[in-house]
């Protein structure tokens, strides 16, 4: 274990840097700059006129979407109606027909009776 330590030792131990390294280093960095200088502005900013024009358009937006919305509510709501209309006036022509049928069954029963008999007359009394 102690040779490990030893060696890492050896291995991290510090440098002395060649002759003229420093110097080296130094002339491959880029020139230096001089700071920028900021000037301010003398102009004054001032917020954008708002016209009337702007001031109602988000209103005026609102108010649109929300006609276009209550039209489309009530269209949808009428068609809706209609179809259950419709729905309710064929259930209403079925219902007519089936009662139209067995009023025509009761019909053709009461006129299609059996001619009595003597036996009938006997059993009336």
């Known amino acids: 274990m102690s040779d490990v330590e030893n060696e ?18 130094m002339r491959a960095l880029p020139p230096q700059r001089p700071p920028a ?18 001031r ?17 509510g009530q269209q949808v709501a009428f068609e809706r109606e209609q179809r259950a209309g419709l729905a309710a006036s064929r259930e209403l022509m079925q219902a007519l027909r089936v009662t139209s049928q067995k009023l025509d069954d009761a019909y053709r029963a009461v ?13 009336r009394s």
């Open 111 to 123: 006129q299609s009776t059996p001619p009595r008999t003597q036996e009938d007359e006997e059993n």
């Open 8 to 25: 890492l030792r050896r291995a991290l131990r510090p440098v002395d840097p060649p002759a003229g390294f420093a110097e080296r280093v």
């Open 37 to 54: 200088t900021v000037t301010p502005l003398d102009i004054v900013r001032t917020a954008p006129r708002v016209t009337a024009w702007r």
């Open 56 to 72: 109602l358009m988000t209103p005026a937006a609102l108010a649109a979407s929300l006609v276009v919305a209550v039209m489309l």
